[in-house]
């Protein structure tokens, strides 16, 4: 029997999404024979509200030195990763005699950069060996390691204890969260705080973004979960901001117990989410059914234009396109290619579905008629960049909230 992971309460999959490849495992024909599936099957814990995945790849098989995904690949993110640490030094640091700040999963240094570049002191701890080496060159402090207690006894050792503790689409990647908490506590000093943010349970249920639901991502988080599973660890839930990255995401502030006042923002977003159901197991049957319906539109559309002849290509190879592709079965029959700016997903082939990953000048040179925005969460972005596209004829394809073709 399974059981949840915050609160050991025995759970069940409320649907499955089927055999999944590591969504950031882009690969080469030779090693299509060996490729490596698990079954992808969320979970809803109708005691502390937390939703999980089931079965989830060890650590190892999805971050590692050719970890796929580059934070600095978009724009509107490194503006984004600029204001959040703003925030931090306008709200947090000031009146700290040299503070300290740590970031988990730190990337290639998109948020700390902005903290090394004011000589604020801060340490990164990235797990993927090569993303790190991309913050340390840009001269970001970074420890290449998971976080857990026995790596922040080692940072509070070496450093002192943490102002501020950060991290940014990383903490729904951990699936001991209880390890995470104690090394807060750990690392924290009395009056520091940890600001954390990643896609939010809400906005997903609301918008059938069932592709927030990949391998690494082994939670979903709400209000309600995220204060259950803190409160255990004597951390408190004191303010929550709702974010427009990847699609509606949720920034949570968590101080020791007592430590801080418990804003209104978060009694107000406890309510919306009880009025949304998203304490109640019955909300995501709904959100299977939509899920469903999604794949068969999706479906249908592609065979429809291939049919008619139209030439369609994906537009950012993305982790959630894996979960897409591998669920509706879409494969490069009725995709071309997906057009993408990283250079190490270029000239290999998506995970599972194997469609041909090409660079972004591929889609320019040659306009397709059709254009599915896998990278919808990136949307705004994008359009501006893409008026070119548009004034040829192209068409964008979107799946969320509902399948469809923008003009
Ligand atoms: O949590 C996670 C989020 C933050 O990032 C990770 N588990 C992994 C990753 O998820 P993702 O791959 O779904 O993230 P993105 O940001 O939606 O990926 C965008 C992809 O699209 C990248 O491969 C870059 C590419 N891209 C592009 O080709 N042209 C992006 C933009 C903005 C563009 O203009």
Redesign the pocket.
Known sequence: MTTCRICATPIEAFMTFGRMPIA?GFLLPEQFRDEYFFELAPAFCPCCGMLQIIDQPAPEMMFHGNYA?FSG??RYMQAHFQRFAQQVMDTILPGRADPFVVELGSNDGIMLRNFAAKGIRHLGCEPSENVAAAARAQGVNTLCAFFGKATAEKIRAENGPADAILAA?VMC?IPDIHSVAEGFKALLAPNGVVMFEDPYLGDMVTKTSYDQIYD??VFVFSALSVQNAFARHGLELVNVEAQVT?GGSMRYTLAPTGSRPVSDAVHALLAAERAQGLDKAETFDRFRANCEKSKADLVALLTRLKAEGKRVVGY?????STTVLNYTGIGPDLIEFI????PI?QGKFTPGAHIPVKP?EDFTKAYPDYALLF?W??KA??ME?EAGFKAAGGKWIHFVPEVGISE
Not at 316 to 320: R, V
Request: aromatic letters at 8%.
């Open positions: 950031n995904f690949t978009s689409n990647h690494e991502h990847h950012g190879a993305t982790s959630k057009s993408d700016t990283t997903k972004y990278a969460n990136h972005e994008i960049k």
